[in-house]
Structures are given as structure tokens and as C-alpha cells.
């Protein structure tokens, strides 16, 4: 394109600047979308991960309980029924912590 006066080649060229000041700040707001999704995915996994682990915890938690229980009636000399109706766990279980 050959252009014909100075005014001309001034036009064009806030034009092309005008397109590359679009293009650079789209290019930006894309970059930082990108950044605010991924942090706020990270910190979304995080709270999803530590909500989970003490989830986990408490059953483990739970569960090391009734198998406490069930040793403390094992030693007593209770019945392995009466053991496991007590504390809800199954008697096979119950046998193995005998063990």
C-alpha cells in the first residue's frame, strides 16, 4: 500500500499502534485470567485436599477407638458376639485384634 501524503502515513500508523495497544492489553487480560484461574484452582484443591484429610483423620480416629474398645473386652473375656455388638465392628475383626 503505498501511501500518498505524510497525514496519510500518520493515520496509519496510530491505527496499527491503536491494534497493537488492543492486541497487547487483550493479550494481558488473557495472562491474567489464566493466572487468577489457576490460583484459584490451587487454593480450591488445597481446601478440598486438607477438608479430606480431616475427614480421614476423624474416621481413623474413630475407628482406632472401637478397635481399642474391643481389645479392652477381648481382655476382659467378654464374648466376641456381645464384643461386636458392642462396639459394631465385624467379628473377624475383632478376632484379628486378638492376635
Not at 487454593?43 to 486438607?50: A, D, E, F, Y
Amino acid at each position: 500500500m503505498l501511501l500518498q501524503s505524510k497525514g496519510e502515513k500518520e493515520m496509519y500508523d496510530v491505527s496499527l499502534k491503536r491494534k497493537w495497544d488492543e492486541f497487547s492489553a487483550l493479550e494481558y487480560a488473557t495472562e491474567q485470567g489464566i493466572l487468577q484461574g489457576i490460583q484459584q484452582g490451587m487454593l480450591q484443591g488445597m481446601q478440598q485436599g486438607i477438608q479430606k484429610g480431616m475427614q480421614q483423620g476423624i474416621q481413623q480416629g474413630e475407628l482406632n477407638g472401637l478397635q481399642k474398645s474391643a481389645k479392652n473386652m477381648l481382655s476382659l473375656g467378654l464374648d466376641l458376639e456381645i464384643i461386636s455388638k458392642a462396639v459394631g465392628l465385624p467379628v473377624d475383626e475383632i478376632k484379628k485384634l486378638g492376635h
